[in-house]
């Protein structure tokens, strides 16, 4: 494993991770069940050198912008590398959002390259946004048909340059990437993240979970994510894994994939965990009442001899048939992008596979806290990573308060939003708008959110002013979005939903019609972001001077109402 | 060749079966996530079982953002 502290840049550190690593496999590409690509750490750097050079000649210097739009795959991973080695400044974006939402945020990130996918880029070229993003200069398309008309982006394939490109040198404190936290609507939040964010957060996290040659990562998170960026390209390089990657995320291959590679990490969001344990009990719940018995007591020697920590040689003997399920190497399942609740998290650990559970949000690099295991405790979400300075704002009586963190992988800031920094970033602590407390042992443990937004099972950071935009003109005085918990505090992180707030016109009320014209209009929205019913307010909006809703009043008065009887369900 | 209008029957006819829903229950412009109350996974589910009905491969992009059953039938029949 590299020494991270000696280097200034993430590009720097790739690169001497190629040389080191040469022999080993770096990335392993299937589709469906067929090996699509293997890559050596040496074939790596072959792949990424004509890309940088063409990228140099295309005149791409050090501070350029340039976003990727891709699912996970070597090519996202492969181009990531060559902005990184040209100087330039990565913007991972969500291959999941809409083509108007992609427009906003290239727009917004001032990137001047674009590599995307043939299918992502046949929306976005056919959608009418592009003369928004005017910054951007040069288009890549992967996998493009030959003949395919590419509306002036080129094929990535062919982008080669020859010769040795110059490595261009970043230090420290320069910009490496801008990633979109969620703010798709009116006011993206993009973190501008630092090399040094990267570097310090890397050491902390192999600290605790390291990698090593021979070990595999299974890369489902899109790679745009920022745990996926972390454990799933940064991680695993400096330290010459092989990360491998899924064309095709239908359950089944997921599964196929883990004896198939021999899987050592995985990071999955909570609702993907949950449906694994799902399908598990249903497996154990099908097992003969003979069968069921001793394997019920399998479990319990486990669990007694996996108390104070992980036993992974021994679980595998005793629970053999669920660990060669998960192929049988499996250090650990990371889950992260939204809570994760405790008793499937215990459930995990009780049959050997421990689950590396943590807190942490993109602007704060990553991860602040995760569970080292020594005890597993799924009851909380752990102790603060090395080099995480984490307190509690103006604790209540039971010692509930605001979680908040200064460290080196704090952001520098939002992108071209200074008055959100300053709310944010607080005399160089970052306020999180998490609720949480600290245990006599050290683990911080969640209780809701103070701020109005939701985090989905599936990771998603979901801010209600983004969905407005869906009920504009909507037939009614005023409305506007709120998180339910955030207008009646819940001491929970799990089962959050949002609501649509309306005032309406004298003598109008909740008819069927309007009830239909929201339906249709929640039913275009994204599946997660779409709201769960209505809440009416029978005096008008409290404004500011400039007529913006208040919305901390407007909740303080809702919050009069009985949640029960004051939803309406859609 | 199947028509448009037959791949969406097929298509309801076959998700109300996997979802043990009355046949006919379903109708092309459902909102299947709404009306079958899922999540992203189980479409993804479904999505498996209707490849191997129609004998195609539906790469996962290409359902990118599809909520309804009548778009699900047409980015089926494009691949017929």
């Known amino acids: 494993m590299l020494d991270l502290a000696q280097y200034e840049s993430i590009g720097a550190a790739l690169k001497d991770a190629l040389d080191q690593f040469a022999d080993e496999t770096c990335l392993i590409e299937s589709d469906r069940n067929r090996d699509k690509e293997r890559l050596t750490y040496r074939d790596f750097k072959e792949r990424a050198r004509p890309l940088s050079k063409a990228l ?9 912008r340039a976003a990727i739009i891709m699912t996970n795959q070597s090519k996202w991973l492969i181009s ?3 902005i990184f ?11 999941k959002l809409t083509p108007d939402e992609h427009w906003q945020l290239l727009r917004h990130s001032g990137a001047t390259v674009l590599v995307t996918e043939f299918p992502i880029w046949r929306q976005l070229a056919a959608s009418d946004g592009r003369d928004r993003a005017a910054n951007l200069r040069t288009v890549l398309v992967t996998e493009a048909p030959p003949s395919a008309d590419l509306a002036g982006a080129l094929h990535w394939e062919d982008l080669r340059g020859t010769g ?13 990437t801008i990633v979109y936290s969620s703010g798709t609507g009116g006011r993206p939040k993009g973190c501008a993240m630092t090399h040094e964010n990267y570097l310090e957060q890397c050491m902390a996290l192999t600290s605790i979970y390291p990698f090593s040659p021979g070990m595999r990562y299974l890369s489902i998170l899109p790679s745009n994510h920022a745990i996926d960026f972390m454990v799933g390209f940064f991680g695993p390089f400096i330290c010459g894994a092989t990360v491998v990657h899924l064309r095709t995320l239908r359950p089944e291959f997921v599964r196929e994939a883990f004896p198939k590679y021999k899987i050592t990490y995985v990071s999955l969001v909570p609702l993907v965990l949950k449906n694994l344990q799902k399908g598990l009990q249903a497996r154990f719940d099908a097992l003969s009442p003979g069968r069921r018995r001793i394997f019920d007591v399998l479990v319990s020697i486990n669990k007694a001899l996996t108390k104070r920590r992980p036993h992974l040689a021994l679980s595998r003997v005793l629970l053999k048939q669920v660990h060669e399920a998960f192929g049988g190497e499996l250090h650990a399942i990371i889950v992260g992008g939204a809570f994760s609740e405790p008793q ?6 009780d049959l050997g596979i421990p689950v590396a559970n943590g807190y942490g949000l993109t602007e704060a690099g990553t991860a602040i806290t995760v569970n080292d295991l020594k005890p597993f405790r799924g009851d909380t979400v752990g102790k603060p990573l090395p080099g995480m300075e984490v307190r509690i704002a103006h604790p209540d009586k039971d010692g509930i308060g605001e979680v908040m963190v200064r460290s080196k992988t704090i952001m520098s800031g939002y992108l071209d939003d200074p008055e959100l920094t300053a709310e944010t970033i607080v005399d160089g602590w970052l306020m999180t708008g998490d609720l949480g407390r600290f245990d006599p042992s050290g683990h911080l443990q969640l209780f809701g959110r103070k701020k109005n937004m939701i985090v989905t099972e599936e990771g998603k950071n979901i801010y209600p002013e983004d969905i407005e935009a869906a009920f504009e003109s909507l037939p009614v005085k005023e409305f506007c979005i709120f998180a339910a918990n955030y207008i009646w505090p819940q001491r929970s992180m799990v089962g959050e939903q949002l609501v649509l707030a309306m005032r309406f016109d004298s003598g109008q009320s909740l008819t069927e019609e309007l009830r239909r014209d929201i339906s249709s209009r929640n039913s275009r929205l994204l599946n997660y972001k ?6 009416l307010c029978d005096e008008d909006f409290p404004r500011t001077a400039s007529l913006k809703i208040k919305r901390n009043v407007l909740a303080e008065r809702l919050a009069r109402l009985d949640r029960a009887a004051a939803v309406v369900p859609l | 060749m199947r028509t448009i209008e037959q791949t969406t029957q097929e298509v309801l006819d076959l998700a109300s079966k996997h979802f043990q829903l009355p046949p006919g229950s379903l109708a092309p412009d459902d ?3 709404k009306k079958l109350g899922i999540d992203s996974l189980q479409t993804l589910e479904l999505l498996s079982r209707l490849e191997n009905y129609f004998g195609i491969e539906l790469p996962d992009y290409e359902v990118q953002g599809v909520s309804d059953f009548r778009t699900l039938a047409s980015r089926i029949q494009s691949r017929l």
């Open chain 1, 530 to 535: 779409r709201i769960h019913g209505v809440v």
């Open chain 1, 85 to 95: 080695f040209c100087g330039g400044v990565l913007v991972p974006l969500d291959f």
């Open chain 1, 164 to 176: 040795d490109p110059p490595f261009v040198t970043r230090s420290r404190q320069d910009l490496a």
């Open chain 1, 80 to 82: 990531a590398y060559a």
């Open chain 2, 31 to 33: 909102d299947f996530f």
């Open chain 1, 344 to 349: 499937t998290l215990q459930f995990f650990y």
């Open chain 1, 56 to 64: 140099q000649e295309a005149g791409s210097r050090a501070g350029d």
